[in-house]
């Protein structure tokens, strides 16, 4: 799977991964922080997680945050990956993808 194809995935079928075609289209080409600061949260998660890099991920993990904080939230607040993990549904890149159906 590409970068792209795993950021827009919307659920997998077997090996199959579904793509959302329009959104690739559209922001499959901005970074991390780009999709970010778009509101494209899950989209950003995913390219953070794609990319390995543990700088992007707390980056976005920060800016996060401070988006969805609330001043009465307290303790609520999603701040570690594996809280945004369970809040996605994104864990990893499944390696058994054979094929990529865009739609």
């Known amino acids: 799977m590409t970068r792209e ?5 919307i659920g997998f079928q077997g090996d199959t991964a579904i793509v959302d075609k329009r959104a690739k289209r ?3 080409r901005l970074s991390t922080m780009e999709l970010a600061e778009k509101g494209l949260y ?7 997680v ?5 700088q992007e991920m707390d980056e976005f993990i920060r800016h996060f945050a ?3 904080a609330s001043a ?4 609520g607040r999603l701040e570690s ?5 369970r809040l996605f549904g994104v864990y990893t890149v499944p ?3 054979k094929r990529v159906v865009s739609l």
């Open 66 to 68: 401070e988006k969805t």
């Open 26 to 28: 559209l922001y499959g």
């Open 5 to 9: 194809e795993f950021t827009f995935t």
């Open 72 to 75: 009465d939230s307290g303790s």
């Open 42 to 48: 899950r989209a950003a998660f995913c390219s953070a």
């Open 95 to 97: 390696d058994e993808i």
């Open 50 to 54: 794609f990319s390995g890099d543990r």
């Open 81 to 85: 990956e594996d809280q945004l993990k």
